[in-house]
């Protein structure tokens, strides 16, 4: 990727006696479509305040092009926000919301008037200029607040869960509109979620973060296919998560068998985790298989089953298009490259989470 | 659901003989003559016509006037002191907003005491202006005590409704203006202003009423000369003893309320236009 734009150094933040953020060190780039994901009090938010510059950090660094904002008041900051609840200001119209930021700095009216127009026609209202921001719709509502925020021409927009009110099918439609307005005025977009989904489909890159730490930074493959962690295996998808030796490189064994693989630089018979994805892990006959068990159950979930086979040290789960009857024998396999070695997660010393990076 | 109906029944007697008998004696009253004598009453006019004598114009003008003037003092007092208590923690405001309400629990006879032995020539603020050789001034029996008086008898029906407003406005409305570059002034006046316009509106009105219908205030710190149109109605039922006029004066003054609160009304509603 290109340069850099924003880097956050050590960025730390208290709340009374509460560690909210304990040491954020990330960089993001110009023009990049950046996730904040993780669970709900996990930092990502307060990074993405203080970014906005509502929260001033407790320690640490936040620099913009190159230069410390941490003191900076909002006001001046080359960033906007679409807030999460939208924010927009009820007495005003549609017209007079997106004007607003432009209407402060005091702008030419024909060209606050052109900005505006246009910015309309992006978000794909042009007929709602004189609407009552109230009279709209949730999804409307959410265009008007992201035309009002770019309409100045931030070098990023900070998206705080901004699809979070909006239902299913119209969620969908905005993150596909996001990405397309995002390629199209070619900012840095900063897109918090707790929505994992939201995520790989919009992001560049996702951040993935719990209890303060960041866990992983990587493009949504990296992340789906190479967690780091059990937290960013479980977290991201469904998994099944084995807890294994690694006997030397390329080898690794769990469930009283050894398994090829393609991981290697850890220690020999380190104590490692093994995700295995339930897509890939195919049924087959029992005398094929590198593992047998019985089918403990089958869920139909429109395009595939979510089958659990139990096996003598564990249950897996299973997703394939086929039908297996519960209480069948079968054999399980899955090749060296579906199996991803990961660190053992140390729960007592959190910082180890972010080590792994 | 029915025979619950039956429980409003007896909010609906004390209705009618709390509110409703005393309107319709007050309406009785004011198109009559003959006072309480109810055996022998003929129909006039002649109460309303009264009202228009010069003297009675010029006591309705003044209470209007002192009534603005109080209002006006009022909002600007109340609505800074309403803006401050907002900038502080929930528990603090709320310790605050009961400080603001601990006069009302006293009687307005009382309080109205308590500012004639700190405003009379020989009151606290004069012994402390002596105190650095200052001649006494003389406080009591002027529109100055009146209006003072006034304004801290009414002024917690201005700061709560302002107070609410404001407290009610989404912070991150506050926030959406600063990240759109407003400064601490400009997001005052665009955002927070704006948003308490609804609590502005109430306190006006309420303390509107209640300051153009006073009677004590004026009677014991604007002295017995000072009359408006409370204390003119409170002559005629008491001392003069012609309720019939009296009655025609209460009339009036509730029309000249209710105009107002009309007025505030439409106020509002065009705030809400301009608004779409």
Sequence with gaps: MNDALIELKNLS?????QQVLKGIDLTIHRNEFLTLLGPSGCGKTTTLRIIAGFEEPSGGEVLFDGIDISKVPSHKREVNTVFQKYALFPFLNV?????????????????????????????????????DVTSLSGGQQQRVAIARALVNEPKVLLLDEPLGALDAKLRKDMQIELKKIQREVGITFIFVTHDQEEALSMSD?????????????????????????????????????IEAVMKRDLLVSFDGQDFECVDKGFKNNEDVEVVIRPEDIDIVKPENAK?????????????????????????????????????????????????????????????RGGAGR | ???????????????????????????????????????????????????????????????????????????????????????????????????VTIPMWINTLLRTYAWISLLSDNGLINKFLSLFGLNAQTFMYT?????????????????????????????????????????????FTKVTLKMSIPGVINGVMMTFLLSISTFV??????????????????????????????????????IIILIGLRLMKRFDKEEKEEAE
């Design chain 1, 95 to 131: 017209y007079d919301n997106v004007a607003f930021g432009l209407k402060i700095k005091k702008m030419d009216e024909t060209v606050i008037d052109h900005k505006v127009k246009s910015m309309l026609e992006l978000i794909g209202l042009p007929d709602f200029a004189k609407r």
């Design chain 2, 1 to 99: 659901m029915k025979h619950y109906n039956k429980l409003v029944r007896p909010y609906l007697i004390w209705s009618i003989l709390i509110i409703l008998v005393p309107i319709i004696m007050i309406v009785l009253y004011s198109v009559t003559t003959g006072g309480n004598a109810l055996v022998n009453i003929s129909f006039t006019l002649k109460n309303f016509t009264k009202i228009g004598e010069p003297i009675y114009l010029e006591v309705i003008k003044k209470s209007l006037i002192l009534g603005l003037i109080s209002v006006s003092i009022c909002l600007v007092v109340g609505y800074i002191l309403a803006y401050f208590i907002t900038r502080f923690d929930d528990s603090v405001q709320d310790l605050l907003i009961l400080l």
């Design chain 1, 291 to 351: 593992l047998t068990g019985t089918v403990k159950s089958i869920v139909f979930r429109g395009v595939h089953h979510e089958i659990v086979v139990e096996t003598e040290f564990r249950d897996y789960l299973i997703h394939t298009t086929d039908y297996f009857e519960p209480g069948l024998s079968v054999g399980l396999t899955f090749g060296p490259d579906d199996i991803h070695v990961m660190y053992r997660m140390d729960w007592e010393s959190e910082s």
């Design chain 2, 217 to 254: 205030i004026p009677k014991l710190l604007g002295g017995g000369q000072y009359m408006l149109v409370g204390n003119l109605i409170e002559n005629q039922f008491i001392s003069v003893g012609n309720w019939n006029f009296g009655s025609a004066l209460s009339i009036i003054l509730t």
């Design chain 1, 13 to 17: 933040k208290n709340f009374e006696d």
């Design chain 2, 143 to 187: 529109d100055f005590a009146v209006i003072i008086g006034l304004v801290s008898d009414i002024l917690p029906f201005m700061v709560i409704p302002i107070h609410t407003s404001i407290r009610k406005i989404d912070p991150s409305l506050i926030e959406a203006a600063q990240d759109l570059g407003a400064d601490k002034f400009h997001t």
């Design chain 1, 205 to 241: 890159t996702v951040v993935v973060m719990n209890e303060g730490i960041i866990q992983q930074v990587g493009t949504p493959e990296d992340i789906y296919n190479e967690p780091e962690n059990r937290f960013v295996a479980s977290f991201i998808g469904e998994s099944n998560i």
